[in-house]
Structure formats: C-alpha cells, structure tokens
Nanobody
Framework: QVQLVESGGGLVQAGGSLRLSCAASGGSFGSSAMGWFRQAPGKEREFVAAVSWSGGNTYYADSVKGRFAISRDHGKNTVYLQMNSLKPEDPAVYYC?????????????????WGRGTQVTVSS
C-alpha cells in the first residue's frame, strides 16, 4: 500500500519561509514523477510544482516560480517543497502526489497517489 505523508506546514508571516516534506513508503518511487498541489477553501486543487524521477527536472506554476523549489532525496524516499517569500495568496492545504507517468503532469487526475495534506497559513 503506497503512502505519502506530508509534514512541515504551519503559520508563517508574509515574506517568511517554510519547507514541506513528503515521505513516501510502500512502493518504489524511483521511477515516479512527484508533485505538489494546493487547495484553498472554495477553490479547486491547483498544481504547484513537480519533479522528475531523477530529480534533475522541475516544473513550476507561474504563481510560485522563483519563490518555491521542489527537490527529492531518493535515499530517504522524500520530496521537499521549499517555500520562500510567502504571500497572502499562498495559504492552502498542500498535497503531495506521485504519478507513474514519466513526464511531470500538472493535472491532478494524472497522479495516482496522494497524501492527506498539510495546512499552510500566512499572516499579513
């Protein structure tokens, strides 16, 4: 049974930083692209960032480009999302996801496994 567990969310002031972690277990993720999504109340789940299976390629939503950085550690089966310069529009529940697709899809429907999410709150 594949499990993804996010951690690292919390309350931070605008302009601050947080690092989210996603620990994967129960499967082999060496060939999986991984992604981060977020969902704010009343809004649809939206793509944030993705990283290729090797970790060598990344892709970001325009809204976070230059502020967020996704990375992965195969040895720890963990994916990270470093979030800097957080803005009042960034608060949401952030979800980690894994896909069997080699490329880095941006649509939630292309991901096979999901974590339960971690809340990020930004105070102004």
């Amino acid at each position: 049974q594949v499990q993804l567990v996010e951690s690292g969310g919390g309350l931070v002031q605008a302009g601050g930083s947080l690092r989210l972690s996603c620990a994967a277990s129960g499967g082999s993720f060496g060939s999986s692209a991984m992604g981060w999504f977020r969902q704010a109340p009343g809004k649809e789940r939206e793509f944030v960032a993705a990283v290729s299976w090797s970790g060598g390629n990344t892709y970001y939503a325009d809204s976070v480009k230059g502020r967020f950085a996704i990375s992965r550690d195969h040895g720890k089966n963990t994916v990270y999302l470093q979030m800097n310069s957080l803005k009042p529009e960034d608060p949401a529940v952030y979800y980690c996801a894994a896909t069997n697709i080699v490329t880095m899809p941006t649509m939630p429907s292309r991901y096979n496994y999901w974590g339960r999410g971690t809340q990020v709150t930004v105070s102004s």
